[in-house]
């Protein structure tokens, strides 16, 4: 229903997004878009680049007059370090005379940890720029302002999301699963962490600060809360029907990631059913049309792949950034000797960054499964298919009539 195509390389001229499937007649804020795109940017242990960048989007299609119009959306988010790569990066296979910025020489030291190696295998490029300059998480920027106007179409039925940081390298919260979407949604936009606990933040910014005195890089965990999700979107019938399953691949397709949680994650292995399984309850107090409680939300909100009305709780792990000051051995592929791993400039720990790039892409698929289930041509259909969906609900459930 609501799909999307991103554009870019690091250092070109700009980044695009095209997102498609978007009702007619949503209100946009684009001021909104910015703010996610700055959140994007923050975050303590980021490298030099971001303090040359002020990411914003500039809507090329799709928008008139402050609304939606149901067609593609395009977004285009110009490199300002797009000056100093002129050179590089050219289009054209001679340099135009007035191009800016040096001729770098090819990259030829494949980085650890990086697309490098296999993406110069791939596509048979022996200058690896041609491929990092792709890979690179430069590339989620397009993502947060592509998610920026998901999370406004879920804002209009009702839904939020946040997300908080939980470990560092070694350190970590005491326990993650007791965060709150509210304490999460509270952390300030320009917190260096997005942690919740202030003692282990500053521990956190000890971690980063020794990593970098020592040249290396350091990774870390975040989890994306979202509050307000209906029942009953995904499905159980299917494999590629499951909701977990489709945020998973939302979050896995992060830079960086190598594993990736829902509610209790890998915790549900160690423990006994009695421990991991979520209580069901009647609760006439519960504002929702369902009328029920669940005690703890192990399940983050998914069962059977289907969301079941809880906070979607979604944990993304990420490794340590692959280019490191202080070089890994890699092997020079021009002359194929040992060498040091390519040193290009980046970050140290971009943890913080990657919460709201989970939170792009965990909004990309709750908007993208809201439409699968109520339609969505326009906001006036997909509000009367709510409607309808929330009255049947509280007759059924509010009334004990038969499932
Ligand atoms: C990034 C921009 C990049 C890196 C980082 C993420 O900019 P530059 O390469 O010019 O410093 O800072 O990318 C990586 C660490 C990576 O390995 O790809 C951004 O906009 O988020």
């Known amino acids: ?29 684009l ?47 110009e490199n300002r370090d797009w000056v100093n790569w002129q050179h590089t990066m050219r289009v054209t296979a001679e ?93 300030p936009d320009d917190s260096p962490l997005r942690c919740v606990d202030d003692g282990v933040s500053q521990r956190m910014i000890d971690v980063i600060d020794r990593a970098r005195d020592a040249g290396d890089t350091v990774g870390g965990a975040f989890e994306i809360i979202a509050t307000g999700v209906p029942i009953a979107l995904g499905s159980y019938v299917q494999w590629d029907r499951k909701l977990d399953g489709r945020l998973a691949q939302a979050m896995m397709s992060i830079p960086a990631i190598k594993a990736v949680g829902i509610g209790a994650g890998p915790r549900v ?16 107090g519960d504002a929702r049309a369902t009328a029920i409680a669940r005690p703890t939300n192990n399940a983050g909100g998914l069962e059977g792949g289907v969301t079941n009305g809880e906070d979607v709780r979604v944990s993304g792990y990420m490794k340590p950034i692959s280019t490191l000051m202080k070089p890994l051995r890699s092997v020079d592929l021009a002359t194929m000797t040992e060498s040091p791993a390519t040193i290009e400039r980046s970050d140290v720990c971009a943890v913080p960054a990657a919460a709201v790039v989970g939170e ?30 929330d009255a049947e609900l509280r007759r059924r459930f509010r009334t004990g009539g038969e499932l």
């Open 1 to 29: 229903m609501l799909r999307f195509l991103t554009a870019g390389e690091s250092h070109g001229r700009a980044l695009v997004v095209i997102l498609e499937g978007m009702p007619a007649g949503l209100p946009i804020d």
């Open 95 to 187: 340099a135009p005379a007035d191009a800016g910025g040096a001729h770098r020489p090819p990259v030829t030291r494949p980085r650890p940890g990086h697309a490098d190696l296999a993406g110069g295998a791939k596509y048979r490029r022996t200058d690896l720029r041609d491929v990092l300059e792709r890979a690179s998480a430069r590339e989620t920027a397009a993502r947060v302002a592509a998610g920026a106007l998901a999370r406004q179409l879920l804002a209009h039925v009702g839904v939020r999301i946040a997300s908080h940081v939980f470990t560092i390298g070694s350190v970590s919260i005491a326990d993650p699963a007791s965060v709150t979407y509210e304490q999460a949604a509270a952390l």
């Open 269 to 284: 292995a160690e423990l006994p059913g009695s421990r991991v399984h979520d209580e069901i309850l009647p609760h006439a």
């Open 360 to 389: 792009a892409m965990v909004a990309l698929v709750l908007a993208d499964a809201v439409l699968e289930r109520f339609g969505g041509d326009s906001i006036a259909a997909l509000d009367q298919a709510m409607q309808a969906s």
């Open 31 to 77: 001021d909104a878009i910015t703010r996610e795109l700055r959140r994007r940017q923050g975050g303590y242990g980021r490298g030099r680049r971001m303090a040359i960048e002020s990411d914003r989007a500039e809507p090329i299609s799709g928008i008139r007059a402050g609304e939606t119009l149901g067609g593609p959306i395009a977004l285009m988010i």
